[in-house]
């Protein structure tokens, strides 16, 4: 397990950058910033889905821990788990599961609490609560 | 310029996701952990993203039309059913269990890390999986 430090001034103004993003994006395109959504239709296009502007957003996202090293002269700091079947089981349900609630973190954590919607809520309280049970199970019951 | 556009607010996004943490599973999975080595950071990831969001959306949603479309394209806000709570249910535990939700897991690609490689792969799966047996009912997407 690894200890991170609390940043809360890097992390507020990287949610203030999110949220730049997400209202640019609404600006320009009339779209919402939810990263399944996206990844959905540069994966499995639908009419009117726009696959090419989709796959951009995806471009973009890729390309930041390219620049930022040079940009800021850090390492982008980041530990994944190695216990590789956990991980493959993590994301069928992230994939499965953001596609069946029409949304993830960033659609309905933070685009959709931004525009007061109650189906929005409801799923951020639900995924919320979730992964914090599974965190506590995981760590503190079985304690891996 | 759409595809432009739509890769500049991709890397704002990934730029963001770095500078808040939010791009490191062992940051997030410490933030879901209450009862041990609790880092509230991420807290102050979702204030600083839905301050900015709440204030920009109320103004550009002033607007007739989006500035390159001729339509905003906005998810419904209720109803409230079985499938959101079950699908958000089913995404909450991959997140508590891997500490990768969609965006910082795209955004870790270049970095190549094994469980990223696994985790990525496995999410397309999850994504074609769920829309193959949605097209069955089409519906709208929140995002």
Not at chain 1, 39 to 66: D, M, N, Q, T, W
Request: aromatic residues 8%.
């Amino acid at each position: 397990m690894v200890i991170t430090n609390f940043t809360p001034l890097q992390s507020a103004a990287g949610g203030a950058l999110i949220g730049l993003s997400a209202v640019l994006l609404l600006l320009f395109s009339g779209r919402i910033a939810g990263i399944i959504g996206i990844l959905r239709r540069a994966l499995l296009p639908a009419a009117g889905s726009r696959p090419l502007e989709a796959a951009a957003f995806l471009g973009g996202l890729i390309a930041a821990p390219l620049l930022w090293p040079p940009l800021t002269g850090e390492a982008v700091r980041q530990t994944v788990s190695s216990n590789l079947p956990l991980v493959a089981v993590a994301g069928l349900l992230v994939g499965f599961g953001s596609v069946w609630a029409n949304g993830c973190t960033s659609g309905h954590g933070v685009c959709g609490l931004s525009r007061f919607s109650i189906r929005s809520l409801v799923a951020t309280l639900t995924f919320m609560a979730v992964a914090i049970a599974t965190v506590f199970i995981t760590r503190h019951v079985l304690g891996s | 310029m759409r595809v432009f556009l739509n890769f500049l607010a991709g890397l704002i996004f990934g730029i963001g996701l770095i500078a808040s943490g939010m791009a490191d599973p062992s940051k997030v999975l410490n933030f879901l952990d209450f009862t041990g080595t609790w880092d509230p950071s991420l807290a102050f990831v979702m204030a600083g993203a839905i301050a900015v969001t709440s204030v920009g959306y109320a103004l550009v949603q002033r607007r007739a039309k989006p500035v390159l479309e001729n339509q905003f394209q906005i998810p419904a806000k209720w109803p409230v059913d079985a499938r959101l709570v079950l699908g958000s249910a089913m995404f909450g535990l991959g997140w508590g269990l891997g500490g990768f939700c969609p965006g910082p897991a795209i955004t870790a690609l270049p970095l190549a890390a094994p469980g990223t490689l696994v985790f990525v792969p496995a999410m397309g799966i999850g994504i074609a999986a769920a829309v193959h047996l949605l097209r069955r009912s089409p519906t709208t997407t929140d995002g």
